[in-house]
């Protein structure tokens, strides 16, 4: 593949070029109140995609049990939405040549709000999903295209200030947005999430087309690698249905999940060959040749697999097990809000004087550290409300902020300005990826784990049993009889099994980020940099903020 600008299908290149160039930004015609409207556009419509990704983890027990459908799904749920996020990626940019990036955004926008009305009138889990794609979809496109548009109306002097802006709007969601979530679902009904989610899209395109319209214009249209993305569409569809019905359906035993599996391997195999010998690729598998890409992705992309896995499988079992409302499981991720963003901003001030490896490995240690502290915490016991969960989570908070800006800079590493877009891209869709299958997976995990603790527990509480008898006295002393005692002391039982196969969870995590923080050190050493220009370092920004893209 060539490395000249005319024959290098880079997705987000055009795009982060752009806004970052002299020459076409920088000299905005708006007024000073038109330049505000703009910049609360814009990262409205950036915060309403990310806020139905932290939200909705927070509401999925209510969306699904008015659905009529098993807790299981609730992962059906938030991993389409993330699959349909990752396809939308690649094609951003290609679409936004096609027809004008102020045209494109509106379009996105008017069709994540049709996504949003549809799951807010669906009471059918096909046309819910339905929906839920839409959303995914367009809303993955206007994640660069926000950007751009915002900092090409930034004067050269302001554009740090503008990609910190959309950085800090960018996270903000993830974190509140299950606080947010849950006080919708519990004060005004889960529904109300994808209602404000109508007007608010609508109202993001209607001030970006009045302000910009004049800026609508087309550039010349690379080929788009249409069978790669109808390759890499048919083996995600079918991998994440497999895994997500899996545990339903009995794995090997259905013939229906052994085929998906087996569709998606294949599918996923020819698109691998289709890529590296395609002159115009959808994504440019040739950067895992480089030894720190191929590290680093794989280091962030199994990072945010544990930590989204895990926050998915707690919010939920907080709710279903301990009886916590959906805004106080919510409640629990406050800290991330006000710990991750600050230590993103101390990363960014210090990734450049050590190595980068040095500084992933501390986080990746930190992380074990978290997750080990979390599997020691019975935070289910009522009398302790949820403090427990809440300090662990303030680790947490600073181990979001030291992960993203420090495993992009060591992926990054020894790549021109072209290449590391395609890093960008092709990193930022991996990561994606890894939270889609993070829910169905930590799922499955902690379902496996809870069975096997209940038989354990079964075992050891029989009436000829010490701790047994024990057991049923103090029950039948509370005021439980006949049936009601054995009811209760299956409950019991349960409830404990399922705290000690969340611990299980946690515990095992902790080991594979134990892993990373050893795995980093097979990179190449990145070496401190004692100068960096303005221009590539706002760059350098930028394409760390769309990393952090949740």
């Avoid at 029989?462 to 009601?484: I, K, N, P, V, W």
């Avoid at 923080?517 to 050493?525: D, E, L, S």
Wanted: glycine letters at 8%.
């Amino acid at each position: 593949m060539s490395l000249d600008d005319d024959n290098t299908r880079a997705a987000w290149a055009p795009l982060t070029h752009d806004s970052l160039n002299a020459e076409l930004a920088g000299k905005s015609s708006l007024g000073a109140s038109q330049f505000v409207l703009l910049n609360f556009a814009l990262l409205l419509g950036n915060v309403l995609v990310l806020f139905n990704t932290g939200a909705f983890a927070s509401i999925s027990l209510h969306a699904t049990g008015e659905l009529g459908v098993s807790p299981s799904h609730a992962s059906w749920i938030q991993t389409y939405y993330f699959i349909s996020l990752a396809i939308a990626l690649p094609v951003s940019a290609w679409l936004a040549a096609r027809f004008g990036e102020v045209r494109w955004y509106l379009i996105a926008m008017l069709a994540m709000a049709l996504g949003s009305l549809l799951c807010s009138l669906a009471h059918d889990l096909t046309w819910f999903l339905l929906g839920r794609a839409l959303q995914g979809f367009f809303g993955g496109l206007t994640i660069p295209l926000s950007q751009t548009l915002l900092l090409r109306e930034y004067p050269e002097s302001k554009k740090a200030f503008g990609i910190s802006l959309w950085s800090m709007a960018a996270l903000s969601p993830f974190t509140l947005g299950p606080l947010l979530g849950g006080w919708i679902a519990d004060n005004l009904g889960w529904h109300w999430l994808f209602y404000l989610n109508v007007p608010l899209p609508l109202l993001s395109a209607a001030l970006v087309w009045a302000l910009l319209s004049d800026r609508v214009s087309v550039r010349s249209l690379r080929p788009f690698d249409t069978m790669g993305f109808v390759l890499l569409a048919i083996a995600l569809a079918c991998l994440q249905t497999a895994l997500n019905q899996g545990q339903d359906e009995d794995w090997y035993n259905s013939a229906f999940i052994v085929s998906l599996a087996i569709a998606g391997v294949l599918a996923l195999v020819y698109f691998i060959i289709w890529e590296l010998g395609e002159r115009y690729p959808l994504l440019n598998l040739r950067l895992f040749a480089r030894r720190n890409f191929a590290i680093g992705t794989i280091g962030l992309s199994v990072s945010f697999l544990l930590m989204y896995g895990l926050l998915s499988v707690l919010l939920v079992r907080l709710q279903s097990v301990s009886g916590y409302t959906s805004f106080l499981a919510g409640a629990v991720l406050v800290p991330l809000l006000f710990f991750a963003k600050p230590m993103a901003g101390f990363f960014h001030l210090i990734v450049h004087r050590y190595d980068a490896r040095l500084l992933v490995c501390l986080n990746m240690l930190s992380f074990a550290l978290f997750c080990y502290m979390t599997s020691t915490y019975d935070f289910f016991q009522r009398n302790s409300w949820f403090t427990h969960t809440l300090w662990s989570q303030v680790l947490e908070g600073f181990c979001l902020g030291g992960l993203f800006v420090p495993m992009t800079t060591l992926f990054l590493s020894g790549l021109n300005a072209k290449r590391q877009t395609q890093a960008v891209e092709l990193g930022g869709i991996l990561r994606i990826l890894g939270g889609s299958v993070a829910s169905p997976l930590l799922g499955v995990l902690w379902e496996r784990r809870t069975a096997f603790h209940q038989s354990h527990i079964v075992q050891t509480l029989g009436t000829y049993d010490a701790l047994g008898r024990e057991a049923l006295t103090s029950l039948d002393t509370a005021g439980f009889h006949g049936q009601l005692t054995i009811a209760r002391l299956a409950q019991a039982a349960n409830q404990h099994a399922a705290i000690l196969g969340l611990d299980d969870a946690f515990r095992l995590s902790a080991w594979i980020f134990l892993g990373l923080a050893t795995w980093v050190w097979f990179a190449y050493p990145v070496k401190p940099i004692t100068k960096m220009g303005k221009k590539e370092r706002l760059r350098e920004n930028a394409l760390e903020s769309l990393v952090e893209e949740p």
